[in-house]
């Protein structure tokens, strides 16, 4: 063999041989997001399922092409922060924090000037201090306003539709999320000060303070359960309280109707995470969160639970049937 083919046998050989090297260099290289959730894994799996759905519309197979990061609240408002810096520590290519309180975002912003972030909180995020405007977020972070309390006067109105002779409501809200609370009991007040309501106000952050509200209930008529986080992961629990209650409720999302509650108006969380992942997979892509402009969720639903309207003798109007998105029979 001659002295140039040799050179060129072994420079293939050592082309070769760097091969897996190289390979395994790309998937050392697999970009991770760090995915901050309020509830627990097996609470939030179907919502967990339609952030990946999300992703993989961009491109992303969790496990093939992007990691996941996950830590869990399990319901503790104060255990955001510690998490959130968990996550910074981590480097990771993205934090998404769907569903969490404007005070978890801002931590997250005030820990780093880098990391690219993507939220959604259920009100205007730039009165919250997220972004500088919903059209051009400028800094690091962009995300998905999904009206939770911005939709309270809607709720309450269907509420007295499903129960006209209702003049007292009970509003339960956690005062853990004290900015959701204030604009849920601001909205509420107004709206009871437009008709002829009277609002009882209820408190709970932890499982025996939902218990304990109720047992405080004073001839309240039916009951509004504020929008929030940990409420969601003791949506069966506050089902089974308004059966034994035997109290007409309202909620924010319609998996409070899917484990039993009478009815619920709100955006689909759902498609909420959905997008949350979408713009997560167009940052790990190239897209910097100033140019995201905030979304707007346009995708509300009205879910009645006919099988506990009838266990509560109720008689739901069919007007109001007749507008709802789903009917659980």
Do not use: C
């Amino acid at each position: 063999m001659s002295d140039m083919r040799r050179r060129d046998f072994i420079t293939l050989l050592g082309t070769a041989a760097a091969w897996p090297l190289a390979a395994h260099g790309q998937q050392a290289a697999m970009p991770v997001i760090g995915f901050l959730g309020f509830g627990s894994f097996d609470t939030f799996a179907l919502y967990l399922a339609a952030f990946r759905k999300g992703l993989n519309e961009v491109g992303f197979v969790e496990g093939q092409n992007v990691g996941i990061e996950y830590r869990w609240a399990e319901g503790q408002y104060d255990r955001l922060p510690q998490l959130a810096a968990d996550l910074v520590r981590r480097r990771v290519a993205v934090i998404a924090l769907p569903g969490s309180p404007p005070a978890a975002v801002r931590a997250v912003k005030a820990a780093n000037a880098a990391i690219p972030i993507v939220f959604s909180v259920g009100g205007d995020a730039v009165k919250f201090g997220l972004v500088a405007s919903l059209a051009r977020p400028e800094g690091n972070a962009t995300g998905v306003n999904f009206f939770s309390a911005e939709l309270v006067a809607k709720r309450l109105a269907l509420l007295r539709e499903l129960v006209p002779g209702a003049a007292r409501v009970a509003v339960l809200v956690n005062p853990a999320d004290p900015e959701r609370t204030e604009a849920v009991l601001d909205d509420a007040h107004a709206a009871a000060r437009a008709t002829t309501l009277e609002i009882q106000v209820l408190k709970a952050s932890t499982s025996s303070e939902i218990d304990a509200a109720f047992a405080s209930l004073e001839r309240a008529d039916a009951l509004f359960v504020g929008p929030d986080g940990f409420f969601n992961t003791r949506r069966v629990q506050l089902a089974l309280l308004t059966m034994r209650h035997a109290i007409p409720a309202t909620y924010a999302a319609r998996e409070y109707a899917d484990a039993g509650g009478l009815m619920s108006y709100g955006t689909s969380l759902g498609d909420m995470y959905r997008q949350v992942g979408v713009y997560t997979g167009r940052i790990l892509k190239g897209a910097k969160p100033a140019d995201l402009p905030v979304i707007q969720s346009t995708k509300f639903e009205l879910v009645i639970n006919l099988q506990t309207a009838k266990l509560l003798g109720l008689s739901v109007p069919p007007t109001l049937l007749a507008r709802a998105d789903e009917v659980i029979e």
